[in-house]
């Protein structure tokens, strides 16, 4: 089994829609999650952390569910700018070894 | 305030030969993770150095090497090049401990021909 899995999508979603996706990962001793954002062909840039009581950070919203091993994040009202791929990252272990998902692709159409 | 810098951007060598990609964290950072990100994957971890030593270590083959130098900055070397070692390879920086996030480089591009 995967360390993190994402439905790869894409995801086609109207302008000024709501798109929502999970990931899931499989050790139960992760300690970190993050959400990052890759443009194509570009870096992996850090979109925000994710907490166990969820967090919000305007338009986009991250939940963590540990019983059930999996990380959600939510987009609203959707912006051309959106448009990326979603990668979810798990710290595995207590030295920050990053696992990443293969990523959630999010196409914006006007 | 200078973030993770990497070079070369785009580097093209043919199989057999033997690469070297560097990497200098961003300010204060003192941990540097190298990745292979390969086209429509996720980035894949190589190794991680702190303290001029490595950490940890993921399933890449004793063909991948790296250093890293008392400024924090890191090398990753390749030997013996493959086909399939063509990808993006990606260095990351943060502060050591577990929930600090980590800030990544443009990318190093290698093509193998």
């Known amino acids: 089994r995967k360390e993190v899995e994402q439905d790869p999508g894409p995801f086609n979603v109207p302008e000024g829609a709501t798109v929502a996706f999970n990931c899931t990962y499989s050790?139960?001793?992760?300690?970190?999650f993050f959400w990052y954002r890759q443009d194509c062909r570009k870096e992996p840039k850090l979109l925000m952390s994710?907490?166990?009581s969820g967090n919000e950070d305007g338009r986009f919203t991250a939940q963590l569910n540990r019983a059930s091993q999996y990380i959600s994040l939510l987009i609203r009202d959707s912006k051309l700018s959106d448009s990326a791929t979603y990668l979810c990252?798990?710290?595995?272990?207590?030295?920050?070894?990053?696992?990443f998902g293969k990523g959630n692709q999010v196409v914006v159409i006007p | 305030d200078a973030g993770v810098t990497q070079s070369p951007t785009h580097l093209i060598k043919t199989r057999g030969q033997q690469v070297t990609l560097r990497c200098s964290p961003k300010?204060?950072?003192?941990?540097v993770s190298w990745y292979q990100q390969a086209l429509g994957q996720g980035p894949q971890f190589i190794f991680q150095?702190?303290?001029?030593?490595?950490?940890q270590r993921g399933n890449f083959p004793d063909r991948f090497s790296g250093h890293q130098f008392p400024n924090y900055s890191s090398e990753l070397n390749v030997n013996a090049l493959l086909l399939g070692d063509s990808a993006l390879y990606l260095c990351?920086?943060?502060?050591?401990?577990?929930?600090?996030?980590?800030?990544f480089g443009d990318g190093t591009r290698l093509s193998i021909l």
């Open positions: 990351a920086s943060s502060l050591s401990g577990v929930r600090q996030p980590q800030h």
């Open positions: 050790n139960s001793a992760s300690q970190s």
């Open positions: 994710v907490y166990s």
């Open positions: 990252v798990v710290n595995i272990d207590g030295n920050n070894r990053l696992a």
């Open positions: 300010s204060g950072h003192d941990t």
């Open positions: 150095y702190y303290e001029e030593e490595e950490r």
